[in-house]
């Protein structure tokens, strides 16, 4: 015990290559293993740095003392809080015990404010349900001060309606436009909502879907931060469970941008990596794949395939016949019966001494109805296309284009002596090196404008055109 010096074991030795229990090593590299160490290339339990040990009991807990999981803060018993000595779930601040409580010193589910006890309370030292205010005892009152059920006012004792507020449907509402039981704030559907614009029950923050979510726009369960889908994640942006870090998929996740379980670091996909760019498990290096790698750029491998197209020649010819028959009547066309008045007529002959008189009319024409008039013809043509020859390529169209570099900690392989010249690191010819996605050399606006020429020269080969109107 309390030794001093190299290739010691026991307990509460200092020095180098240590094992026990409580060696501190002060060389680099120390080589200390045991439980509850303290130096540099650690092995065992409770391994780290100088400083006090974090022990918490669950997973992804970001803090001291917490149990559960997805814990970020102190001495939280539950899972999803945000804070420090909350028991339960998806709390945000202090000293809360239940759910989805979002503030201080709160007992009870989805209270918006400090110091209350009950469910669904809205403001500051409430005791009871669904209570919009502070300093109120009972159910569904709005204001402050107020001993009762559905009172609306300050200092108010006694029974007011069913519902207090405005715009509630349901039971022991207060706010504005809630519907359903114990709903606190504005717009809520369900029961026993503090925030605004929730569908559930017990949410605290606002617009969240599901149970118990204090922050805000999630879906799910217990969600103590912001735009999550999932249970109890403490960060924002995730889709999974109990994640403490920011943008992840997956759960149990303290870092950002993971995609999997218990990633510490960031930008991983996996398991339980520490590191950061990481495809694989147990990672601790950064931009590796596999398991294990404690370097960096550890299992990466160069993979390419593509597919080359040499030039070609295009040339269309395109016929598009058109066939549109058009068929109708006109009519039938009836004229009614109409009367043309009478017309005097006074006729004088210069070789005779008198006038002739004579009186035309009146005239009447009968209704007369005629048969409809038959619409046939048929529009019948046939247009051709002559487009190209035009020239298309060369193309290259990569299928599979994995890159990385050689692992960092082993050394490079000796290269051979030659007399041969070397050649390219990749292609030994003459044609340029492609880009990785390489777009056709001719684009969309200089290929129509080749084409226009064509296009207005086009001919057009009329066929029989037939056109028939006959009469019943």
């Not at 290339?41 to 669950?58: E, H, M």
């Not at 102190?74 to 709390?91: P, Q, R, Y």
């Not at 004579?358 to 487009?387: K, M, Q, R, S």
């Amino acid at each position: 015990m309390q030794n001093v010096g190299a290739l010691q074991s026991g307990l509460l030795n200092l020095g180098n290559s240590l094992s026990g229990v409580y060696n501190t090593g002060l060389a680099i590299p120390a080589h200390v293993s045991g439980i509850g160490n303290v130096g540099s290339d650690l092995a065992g339990l409770f391994r780290g740095a100088t400083g006090p040990v974090s022990f918490n009991v669950g997973l992804a807990n970001d803090g001291f003392g917490n149990v559960g999981f997805g814990n970020v803060g102190l001495g939280n018993i539950g899972s999803g809080n945000v804070g420090n000595f909350n028991v339960g779930s998806g709390n945000i601040g202090n000293y809360n015990v239940g759910p989805g409580n979002l503030g201080n010193y709160n007992i009870g589910l989805a209270n918006l404010g400090h110091y209350s006890i009950g469910f669904g309370n809205a403001g500051d030292f409430n005791v009871g349900f669904a209570n919009a205010g502070n300093n109120n005892f009972g159910l569904a009152n709005t204001g402050s001060n107020n001993f009762g059920i559905g009172l609306t006012g300050d200092g108010q004792v006694g029974f007011g309606g069913l519902n207090s507020g405005s715009g509630n449907i349901g039971l022991f509402n207060s706010g504005s436009g809630n519907i359903g039981l114990f709903n606190s704030g504005t717009a809520n559907f369900g029961i026993g909502n503090a925030g605004s614009y929730n569908t559930g029950i017990g949410n605290a923050g606002g617009t969240n879907t599901g149970l118990f979510n204090a922050g805000l726009v999630n879906t799910g369960i217990g969600n103590t931060g912001n735009y999550n889908s999932g249970g109890f994640n403490a960060g924002s942006t995730n889709t999974g469970s109990f994640n403490p870090g920011d943008y992840n998929t997956g759960g149990l996740n303290l870092g950002n941008y993971n995609t999997g379980y218990l990633n510490p670091g960031n930008y991983n996909t996996g398991v339980a990596n520490t590191g950061n760019v990481n495809t694989g498990a147990f990672i601790s290096g950064n931009y590796s794949n596999g398991l294990f790698a404690r370097g960096e750029h550890q299992g990466v491998t160069n993979l390419s395939y593509s597919i080359k197209v040499s030039p070609f020649p295009a040339h269309a010819v395109v016929d598009i016949p058109v066939h549109i028959p058009f068929t109708g009547e006109i009519g039938p066309i009836t004229l009614n019966e109409f009367t043309i008045d009478s017309l005097p007529l006074e006729v004088f002959l210069p070789f005779a001494p008198f006038y002739i008189l004579y009186d035309f009319g009146p005239v009447t024409v009968d209704a007369t109805t005629y048969d409809p008039i038959i619409l046939d013809f048929l529009w019948e043509n046939t247009y051709h296309y002559d487009i190209g020859p035009r020239i298309f390529g060369p193309y290259e169209i990569p299928i599979v284009n994995f890159s990385g570099t050689a692992s960092e900690t082993r050394p490079p392989a000796p290269r051979l002596a030659s007399s041969t010249p070397a050649k390219a690191a990749h292609r030994a010819s003459s044609t340029p090196v492609p880009a990785a996605y390489r777009a056709l050399s001719t684009s969309a606006p200089t290929i129509l404008a080749s084409l226009t020429p064509a296009l207005r020269t086009l001919g057009a080969r009329a066929s029989s055109t037939t056109a028939r109107c006959s009469r019943a």
